[in-house]
């Protein structure tokens, strides 16, 4: 069955240190890997989609995130992070036909100011 | 680029009435639309799944009597909670899928509270 991991519920980090969140997805073919962000009360905003080609995938906000097939992963990165960053992160997998769409349990940013 | 419209944001009602939340593609046709479902500090959960002119294609353990999902064109899907209960309370959240595009594009949710 398919499945989306995100290993940590919470992540603290100071503003303009480098982040990585972590995603591991579980899926019997070429998974079609998303990540989301989601302000407090609000629906959510695409950051980057991986479906096929380069593996390293850049998004809006400066993020970006890297399919390695090898490891079932998807993390996403930034180099800088910003206090406006902090909001709820999801990582989603969907199918090639996109009859199925599943999302992680979600990483929650904190900034350090 | 592609925007969904979700109404109403929000919504108080009362137990035992029936609720119905919109879900509008407004600048591109979706061939298939999703509903989810958020728990407090809960990821998303995926309720039920539409296509246009078809019904709707329901997750295991999701009540298809109680959430009534109808996608009537292109651009509107609709999810009723029926009879709701204060367990229905939550974040609902729908999602578009573009003909042309395999992208997703979000509504801004509804938070239901039924007191």
């Known amino acids: 069955a398919q499945s989306v991991t995100q290993p940590d519920i919470h992540i603290t980090v100071s503003e303009g240190a480098s982040l990585e969140l972590r995603c591991n997805y579980s899926?019997?073919?070429?998974?079609?890997l998303f990540w989301y962000v989601q302000s407090p009360g609000q629906g959510l905003q695409l950051l980057l989609k991986?479906?096929?080609?380069?593996?390293l995938v850049q998004g809006i906000k400066g993020f970006e995130a890297e399919f390695k097939r090898s490891q079932s992963s998807f993390n996403l990165r930034k180099p800088s992070v910003h206090w406006s960053d902090a909001a709820e992160y999801f990582c989603?997998?969907?199918?090639?036909?996109?009859?199925?769409?599943?999302f992680g349990s979600g990483t929650k940013l904190n900034v350090k100011p | 680029g592609a925007v969904v419209s979700q109404h109403p944001s929000r919504v108080i009602c009362k137990s035992g009435t029936s609720v119905k939340i919109e879900c509008r593609s407004l600048?591109?046709?979706?061939?298939?639309m999703f509903w989810y479902r958020q728990f407090p500090k809960k990821s998303l959960m995926l309720m039920a799944t539409?296509?246009?002119?078809?019904?709707?294609?329901?997750e295991q353990g999701v009540e298809k009597d109680k959430f009534l999902i109808n996608h009537a064109s292109l651009t509107l899907s609709t999810l009723t909670v029926t009879s709701a209960h204060p367990e229905d309370s939550s974040f609902y959240i729908c999602?578009?899928?573009?003909?042309?595009?395999?992208?997703?594009?979000f509504g801004s949710g509804t938070r239901l509270t039924v007191v």
């Open positions: 999602s578009a899928r573009e003909r042309t595009d395999y992208g997703y594009t």
């Open positions: 899926y019997g073919a070429t998974p079609y």
């Open positions: 991986y479906f096929s080609g380069d593996t």
């Open positions: 989603a997998v969907g199918d090639y036909n996109f009859n199925k769409f599943y």
């Open positions: 600048d591109f046709q979706a061939t298939t």
């Open positions: 539409s296509n246009e002119g078809s019904k709707a294609t329901y």
